[in-house]
């Protein structure tokens, strides 16, 4: 426990060298030398939701030492389902501003999103209920496999519905999405196509639990 929080703290002021090393390994490039759900991901379920509070506290800290930063505007997505699939219309939208001491720590740019996500099916991933998650878009890169991610399942109709899970590979341009305990959520009846449109970067806003 004490070596992930000495890892998180050297994270978050960017002087790991060693860790920066391992970006090369990377699909694509990554904004952060040491992203959450790594240390999320090889940790039990247990030891995970410790390692979030750890987190929460250093955080914290880290906030507390810095100066003041302009804020950063930020599109949300209010209703975003970690849970079963949800037609995206349905998903309110607005403005949603970020410190500038969390911006600068989650290294923010313009094209990021807000997702507040509701439902407790990625509990075991790391991801609360009502949590705000600061999510990436992809662009042209590919998912990589276990990947959080925001996904859309185009159907035959037209219409779109989302869900925020993680993305597999299952060979051939196979695709599963999986809950934070990896069960498999199925994809709706009708699904022409299937996006993952942003990845969690690790950020997150989150209420306390009791």
Known sequence: MLKILQDTLKYMKGISKNVMAKEELRPYPARFP?????AI???SQ???REYMEIIRRGVARELASESE???MMLMCYHGAPCGEWRDVEECHRDDFELSGQIARMWRAHTSDIILHATGYS???AGI???AYLHMIQFGDRMPRDGQICAVEATLEDGSV???VKRWHWTGKNGIQVRDGTGKELDLPKGTVKVDAVSWWSGGMIALPTS
């Open 34 to 38: 040491y992203p959450m759900w790594d």
């Open 41 to 43: 991901e090889s940790n």
């Open 46 to 48: 247990k030891t995970g």
């Open 69 to 71: 930063s302009p804020p």
């Open 122 to 124: 990625m509990i075991e």
């Open 128 to 130: 609360p209920e009502e």
């Open 161 to 163: 519905l989302g869900t």
